[in-house]
């Protein structure tokens, strides 16, 4: 049972244009970071939200907390070839800060 | 200077054989974690630990075992691997009280044939 929704699965889109992310689940989260993962690598973490409605700016990364913590959103602008990973959100719940991951976003962007 | 390090980065091994992975941390961090990924199946938790020999079960644990003998190592070892393991492997840290966030090793590519 996959606890953390993301969508799209894939993007592909050109450079300059602007796109989101969404991370949705049944459950309530304490907090939600989201991640990006490129080839070859480890997750690198973004972001943190904690609060119900919480919105955060990361230069063009504008990452939203839904009221009831339910979901997340994650808006980039003006994407450019570099913004191109895979986006991870992960939820904590309970005891041991233990993540559960979203099944992810693979974006590419391309000039 | 990586504050994480996962050995080896790739290995390929034979059904049935035993294989150890090790994540060695230079964060002195209380937790470590063992995830897996797999297409289709994002990131899923093995193993994770809160403390030296205090480790616990994750959402995938069948056929893995782990020990933690020292704050720095964690390692994974599949007693008998079979081709249903053959992923990728991050082991991941984190300091709950301080800031938020894991960090991730770089993974390790294991095939088992």
């Known amino acids: 049972t996959q606890l953390l929704e993301q969508s799209p699965q894939f993007l592909s889109i050109q450079e300059g244009e602007n796109l989101t992310v969404y991370c949705n689940s049944s459950?309530?989260?304490?907090?939600l970071q989201w991640y990006r993962q490129e080839p070859g690598e480890g997750p690198v973490l973004l972001v943190t939200v904690v609060t119900g409605g919480e919105v955060k700016k990361l230069k063009r990364l504008t990452f939203q907390f839904g009221d009831a913590r339910k979901d997340s959103s994650l808006h980039i602008t003006a994407a450019q070839p570099g913004d191109t990973g895979l986006y991870l959100c992960?939820?904590?719940?309970?005891?041991?800060?233990?993540?559960?991951f979203g099944t992810g976003t693979r974006l590419q962007v391309t000039l | 200077d990586a504050g994480i390090t996962q050995s080896p980065r790739h290995k390929v091994t034979e059904t049935g054989t035993p294989v150890t992975l090790r994540c060695h941390q230079t964060e002195n961090h209380r937790y470590m974690y063992w995830y897996r990924q797999d297409p289709g199946h994002g990131l899923r938790l093995i193993h994770y630990s809160y403390g030296v020999k205090d480790t616990d079960k994750g959402e995938v644990s069948d056929g893995y075992s782990v020990s933690r003998s020292k704050t720095e190592d964690f390692l994974l070892t599949l007693e008998s691997a079979t081709s249903s393991q053959t992923s990728v492997y991050f082991c991941a840290i984190s300091d709950p009280q301080g800031p938020s966030g894991y960090t991730f090793g770089s993974g390790t590519r294991l095939t088992v044939v």
């Open positions: 459950s309530v989260f304490s907090s």
């Open positions: 992960a939820g904590v719940k309970g005891t041991a800060s233990k993540l559960t």
